[in-house]
């Protein structure tokens, strides 16, 4: 423990039952079935910056990481529900659902993963820019051109919902358990970072909260919008709506810079800048059962099997 805690590259993510761990070139994903065996998914992969090196520039990157941590977050809930056996009691009803078996056959998947996506674009499209940017309108005869003051305004709409759209979520026991599972990841990649053995034991005794995590990702988002809208001001509710949907992929890549740099510094700044985040952690992780923390192992492990420098 009194080691210097190592910088890792590896991440994660809670799934249905099960937790993902990703490295450079690969990512394992172990789930539990409906058996309580643990099921292991590997897959390979090449990083787009093989073909396109602009996209291992800083700023670049973390625009391409975000969108296809998106992509790969669905596909793998989606994989995970299968293992689990969530979907084996459901069958088609629905003349439409009878229709798409019959139109995609066995790439249905493919087909409602790619609607997944799109339908969660549009939300978060419409939760956290249109919602507000038009909420901001309210004020403006009390705050008049101060730029700064709408931004903060549409900035605290933005925090509201994604807390109110937390709350709500963990009120089912099924996300719960993702909950659980995203502490277990936590708590297994920091037992790592600190050069102990990946045993149970280890892993519980380490928090929940972590500063790489997705979770402090959006909130460093929000933060960051403030202080680019705070100079981007404008009362027309289309020009202030396709301002900000122009620079989100600016301020995604910034803030995934920031959360890269957190993740290997503990300095006092570090510390300050990571404490909404790490806060809001503490809605979107609970403490795991030893069950769902030898998923947790058993994924980073896979990975460290196939990435030794990690290790």
Known sequence: MSEKPKITSIGGQAVIEGVMMRGERLY?????????EIEMVTENITPLTDKFPLFGWPVFRGVVKFVDSLIMGMKLLIKSAEIAGLDEDIEPESKFEIWLMNKFGDKLMKFLLGISVL?????????FILLPVWAARFAYGFIGENTWAIGMIESFVKLCVFVAYILLVSRSKDIQRVFQYHGAEHKTISCFEHHEPLIVENVRKYPCLHRRCGTSFLIIVILISVLVFAFVGSRD???????????LPVIAGVSYEIIRWAGKSN???????SWPGMMMQRLTTSEPDDAQIEAAIAAMTEVLKHEPEES
């Open 267 to 273: 300095s006092a700044v570090v510390g300050i800048i």
């Open 237 to 247: 509710f289309l020009v202030r709506f396709g301002i900000r949907f122009l620079l």
């Open 28 to 36: 394992a994903m172990a789930v539990r079935r409906p058996d309580n």
């Open 119 to 127: 339908i969660s674009i549009g939300i978060s499209i419409l939760l």
